[in-house]
């Protein structure tokens, strides 16, 4: 069924950088995610893994059309996410993101559990027959039964419709067997991208012993470049250049802090934090 001649998902090179207020890169920015290259063909089911704030939620919004980058970096069933409106809008390509339904009260929905309203999320998003579909966290809140249901048939439709699925998850309940390809990103970046099998050639531990390997190998590089940075007087985290913010004279500018591109939402709150906090899509509080 997969057609190698013809991808359903083309990465070439992305780079990309959150705007500030003004919609351009803030300056002296280094962008986010960085010479990032990917193919995916038809019935593929990839698994994208990172920790938080890799960047893998930014990656698939792209991939979904919501983040305008040039448009030979991003393909999607050949044609450009952000550019051909279409693509979303026959339902051909899916993005389910990790927000809940946002519901109105007076709807009898607000009687029913969160994991009730990711079911309708859910439904609601998979109605149409798409070819390609971005799964951003969407299990947290079901049940094993119908997240092994959703997970079975999200198998299915890849085996038999040939869709391609990218699903982004912590989760790994179930999952074991399920990917046929695994995508690893650290800080914006490709580390590993290959098929499942040539995966299991290369280790014995199971998909989630694998990539907390993964994990705990990066927290460990990243605090010894932290205690390097230290040893040497620099400052122990590299500046983020903050483009959501208004930074001038306030006197001569009219300074607001702004939230940019911060949906709100009954999950998602902000903190006030350390600087040195960046806070990814899902790493929220829930009210
Ligand atoms: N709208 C935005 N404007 C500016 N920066 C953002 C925005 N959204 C996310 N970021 C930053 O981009 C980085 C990557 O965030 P992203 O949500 O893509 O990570 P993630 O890998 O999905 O994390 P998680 O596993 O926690 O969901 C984070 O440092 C985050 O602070």
Not at 23 to 31: A, C, E, I, V, Y
Not at 48 to 59: E, F, R, Y
Not at 184 to 200: F, T
Request: hydrophobic share 40%; proline share 4%; glycine share 10%.
């Amino acid at each position: 069924m997969a057609d190698p001649s013809n991808p359903t998902v083309e990465i070439n090179g992305l780079k990309f950088t959150y705007p500030g207020i003004d919609g351009r890169p803030p300056l002296g920015s280094t962008p986010l995610i960085r010479d990032f290259s990917l193919t995916l063909n038809s019935g593929d089911r990839c698994l994208l893994v990172g920790a938080n704030g890799a960047g893998k939620t930014t990656i698939l919004k792209i991939l979904g059309g919501k983040h305008m980058v040039e448009p030979h970096m991003v393909r999607v069933l050949g044609r450009s996410a952000f550019h051909d409106t279409a693509l979303t809008s026959s339902g051909d390509l899916s993005y389910l993101g990790g927000e809940v339904l946002d519901i109105d009260l007076s709807w009898r929905m607000h009687n029913v559990s969160d994991g009730q309203r990711r079911r309708v999320q859910l439904c609601m998003g998979l109605l149409k027959p798409f070819k390609v579909l971005l799964l951003d966290e969407i299990t947290v809140d079901l049940d094993v039964l119908a997240r092994a249901d959703l997970l079975s048939f999200l198998r299915k439709e890849c085996e038999e419709r040939g869709a391609t699925i990218i699903y982004a998850t912590h989760i790994f309940d179930g999952l074991e067997g399920w990917p046929t390809h695994i995508v690893y990103l650290a800080r914006g970046r490709l580390q590993l991208a290959m098929p499942m099998d040539k995966l299991k050639e290369t280790t014995n531990l199971s998909l989630m012993r694998t990539v907390e390997s993964w994990l705990r190998k990066e927290r460990d590089e990243e605090r010894a470049r932290r205690k390097e940075r230290k040893e040497k007087g620099l400052p122990e985290f590299e500046k983020q250049v903050e483009g959501s913010r208004v930074i001038g004279d306030p006197a001569r500018a009219a300074v607001r802090v702004m939230n940019n591109g911060w949906a709100a939402g009954r999950m998602h709150s902000t903190l006030a934090g350390e600087e040195n906090f960046t806070f990814s899509s899902n790493r929220v509080l829930r009210q």
